[in-house]
C-alpha cells in the first residue's frame, strides 16, 4: 500500500500495535476519521491465547477510543462481528466488549464533540481464516471437510464491506451500530461451487462454533430501525427510518436472501481475477 501510493501527501505508513497508546496517540494527529479494524479474530486462536485476545481486542479498542477523543478525532467507526451476538467463544465475547466500548464511548468523549459507531456484518469473502484457500487445497485430492451440513452463515464481499463502513461514517450521529442486509450461503453451497464433482466430508461442528449466525436479537430489534439496506441499532431517531418489527430476528437460516451456488461460483472467479 505505501508504494501504491507513495505520492499521496495525505497519507503517512505507520507499523505499530493498537496496544500501544503512545503510537497510537502519534499515528492519529491531524487525523479527523478512524476505522478500527484491529483484532484477533480466529476463534480457535482467542480460545487458547484468551489474554492475548483481551488485550487486543477489548483493551486495544479502548485505546482507540481514548487516543481519537485525545486527538480530536471527528469520527471513528469500529468493525465488529455476527459472532458478538449472543458470543460462545472468546473472540465474540471480545467483539461484544468492543461494540460496548464504541456505543457508549459517545458518552466518554464529552465535550470534545468524538463520535463513536460500529458495523457488524458477517464473513468477508477472501479476509483472512476465510474456508475459500482450504476447501481450494483440499479441491486437489476431491474430499472437501466441512463442519455440517447444516450450517449457514452471512456472507460478503470485501467491496461491500468497504461501502458499509463508509456508508456508516456518512450516517452516523455517534452510537449506532450498523447492520446491513446481507446475503445468506449454505456451506455445503460453497464447497460445491469451488469443486463440485469433490466428495463432501462431515467432520462435526468446532468447539465455539454455531450452526447459524445472527446480525441482529429479538432484544436489539425492539429498538431498532431499518431502510431498505439496513438495520440500525441504537443512536438518535431518524424520520427516514422506520421501526423494526417486535420479536424479529436477523438469522442466517432464516434469511430472505440467498447466494446459490452459481452467484458463489462467479463471486470467487471475480475474487481471483482481482487478486484476492
Known amino acids: 500500500m505505501a508504494r501504491c501510493f507513495s505520492g499521496e501527501e495525505r497519507l503517512r505508513f505507520f507499523i505499530g500495535d493498537i496496544r500501544d497508546r503512545s503510537r497510537l496517540h502519534r499515528a492519529m494527529v491531524n487525523a479527523n476519521i478512524v476505522i478500527h479494524a484491529a483484532a484477533m ?3 480457535p486462536i482467542c480460545e487458547y491465547n484468551p489474554a492475548e485476545a483481551v488485550k487486543t481486542n477489548v483493551l486495544g479498542g479502548m485505546n482507540i477510543l481514548d487516543c481519537a477523543i485525545d486527538a480530536g478525532v471527528e469520527k471513528a467507526v469500529a468493525i465488529s462481528t455476527d459472532k458478538a451476538v449472543n458470543p460462545v467463544n472468546l473472540y465474540g465475547a471480545t467483539k461484544l466488549c468492543m461494540e460496548k466500548l464504541f456505543v457508549h464511548g459517545n458518552a466518554y468523549s464529552g465535550k470534545s464533540g468524538t463520535r463513536f459507531s460500529a458495523v457488524r456484518y458477517g464473513n468477508v469473502m477472501g479476509s ?3 474456508v475459500i ?3 481450494q487445497k483440499q479441491a486437489r485430492d476431491g474430499v472437501l471437510t466441512i463442519t455440517d451440513e447444516r450450517m449457514t452463515r452471512f456472507w460478503l464481499t470485501l467491496n461491500h464491506a468497504v461501502d458499509i463502513v463508509l456508508y456508516a461514517l456518512d450516517q452516523m450521529k455517534g452510537g449506532e451500530i450498523f447492520v446491513p442486509k446481507i446475503p445468506s450461503m449454505r456451506i455445503p453451497d460453497l464447497a460445491r461451487a469451488i469443486c463440485p464433482e469433490a ?14 449466525e445472527v446480525l441482529l436479537t429479538a432484544d436489539e430489534a425492539r429498538g431498532a430501525r431499518e431502510n431498505d439496506a439496513f438495520y440500525i441499532i441504537g443512536g438518535p431517531p431518524s424520520a427516514d427510518l422506520r421501526a423494526v418489527k417486535e420479536g424479529f430476528i436477523y438469522s442466517s437460516d432464516s434469511n430472505t ?7 458463489l461460483r462467479e463471486l470467487i472467479a471475480e475474487r481471483a481475477t482481482l487478486g484476492g
Open 41 to 43: 479474530k480466529q476463534v
Open 257 to 263: 436472501q440467498w447466494l446459490s451456488v452459481e452467484r
Open 133 to 135: 484457500p482450504l476447501f
Open 199 to 212: 466428495t463432501l466430508k462431515s467432520i462435526g461442528i468446532r468447539a465455539g462454533e454455531k450452526m447459524h
Open 128 to 130: 483472512r481464516g476465510s
